[in-house]
């Protein structure tokens, strides 16, 4: 028996022990991963690590132990091939409807927006190596903008695309538009300009949990039911540790305020193209800036700002999904006894 007959019948061997073996070993074998020497699971076992390390210093100036290190260019570096080594796996081409499973497009796409969170990580490390005295805010510009174009090109390439959140089948309407909101205020953050690293690494971890909780779908370990919900219990620890984090950034209320913008222009009536979205609102930020009108910071006329954008944005939302809400107060009114007449 040749060499390569060996080979063969020793991956066949192992994949069947992987399916018919401990959850374990389904999770952690499979073909690509013996090619590659196992490279991919090496890096994502050390990056869950990786971000034990980093929330169990993240309060206080600690800010993660990151600084104009090499460990920070370390962790930039392992991350970012965390991501680029999923491209090892052949995956089905069509997203699975109704699942929870990783597809093509949306494996560009975490690639793209890791990318986006790193950057904005490498960005404050060349600013600390080169002691700048005024960040280079147009740069975050001009890293969403850079992203929004690598998006859509990786999307261009799809033979069967499926957006990552239009195309998720959500319960109702208004969970579908509460996740695309969550969408635009994450980039409104890369937009503003944070210059503390673990409001970046909160967004990378979002990103990457969420792909190895679609392997674990691919694996047929865990229902997508289960998988929605851990993403969901992700999305709400990402905006508590954020809330949290931001009394060393103070710079919540601008960020969301510009993201509630953004959600107003481009889902509002007018769908204002993104990248002029994008622009538009980096280059009022810009002018801000110059011109020392108001600090972009927590503060009163942000306070003020958010509140009605907030407002906007709650009626609007209202407004878009007004045959559900319709249906919910027909269901309490159904559901609520009517005071006996006197």
């Known amino acids: 028996m040749s060499k390569s007959s060996n080979s063969k019948h020793a991956d066949m061997s192992a994949d069947i022990a992987a399916k018919n073996g401990l959850w374990w070993r389904r999770l952690?074998?499979?073909?690509?991963e013996?090619?590659?020497?196992?490279?991919?699971?090496?890096?994502?076992?050390?990056?869950?690590?990786?971000?034990?390390?980093?929330?169990?210093?993240?309060?206080g100036g600690r800010d993660g132990n990151f600084g104009p290190y090499t460990g920070t260019l370390f962790f930039i570096g392992h991350h970012?091939?965390?991501?680029a080594s999923s491209f090892i796996f052949d995956i089905p081409a069509r997203r699975m409807k109704g699942g929870f499973r990783i597809w093509p497009e949306y494996r560009i796409h975490s690639l793209v927006f890791a990318t986006?969170?790193?950057?904005?990580?490498?960005?404050?490390?060349?600013e600390q190596i080169w002691k700048v005295e005024k960040p280079y805010y147009l740069?975050?510009?001009?890293?969403?903008?850079?992203?929004?174009?690598?998006?859509?090109?990786?999307?261009?390439?799809?033979?069967?695309?499926?957006?990552?959140?239009?195309?998720?089948?959500?319960?109702?309407?208004?969970?579908?538009?509460?996740?695309?909101?969550?969408?635009?205020?994450?980039?409104?953050?890369?937009?503003?300009?944070?210059?503390?690293?673990?409001?970046?690494l909160t967004f990378l971890t979002i990103i990457q949990i969420n792909a190895f909780l679609m392997t674990l779908q691919r694996k047929n370990l865990?229902?997508?039911?289960?998988?929605?919900?851990?993403?969901?219990?992700?999305?709400?620890?990402g905006i508590i540790v954020g809330i949290i984090d931001d009394q060393y950034s103070?710079?919540?209320?601008?960020?969301?305020?510009?993201?509630?913008?953004?959600?107003?222009?481009?889902?509002?009536?007018?769908?204002?193209?993104?990248?002029?979205?994008?622009?538009?609102?980096?280059?009022?930020?810009?002018?801000?800036?110059?011109?020392?009108?108001?600090?972009?910071?927590?503060n009163l006329f942000w306070a003020a700002t958010l509140a009605t954008t907030f407002v906007s944005v709650t009626i609007m939302s209202l407004w878009m999904n007004r045959l559900e809400v319709a249906g919910l107060l027909d269901w309490i009114k159904t559901k609520v006894p009517r005071a006996k007449r006197i």
């Open 28 to 32: 952690l074998s499979s073909p690509e």
């Open 34 to 59: 013996r090619a590659s020497f196992h490279v991919h699971k090496v890096l994502g076992i050390t990056a869950l690590l990786s971000f034990v390390y980093r929330y169990a210093n993240m309060s």
């Open 80 to 83: 970012f091939l965390l991501n």
């Open 116 to 126: 986006r969170s790193l950057a904005g990580m490498l960005l404050i490390w060349f």
């Open 139 to 200: 740069c975050n510009v001009a890293i969403v903008l850079l992203t929004c174009a690598a998006a859509d090109y990786g999307s261009s390439l799809q033979k069967y695309p499926s957006p990552t959140v239009r195309g998720t089948h959500y319960p109702s309407s208004c969970a579908l538009l509460f996740a695309s909101q969550l969408q635009f205020i994450a980039t409104a953050f890369s937009l503003i300009g944070i210059r503390r690293y673990t409001q970046h």
């Open 222 to 237: 865990a229902s997508p039911f289960l998988l929605g919900n851990c993403y969901g219990a992700l999305l709400l620890g």
């Open 250 to 298: 103070q710079i919540l209320w601008p960020a969301v305020t510009v993201g509630n913008v953004a959600i107003l222009l481009r889902l509002g009536p007018f769908h204002v193209n993104k990248y002029v979205v994008w622009t538009m609102l980096g280059g009022i930020l810009h002018i801000i800036r110059v011109t020392d009108y108001v600090e972009v910071e927590n």
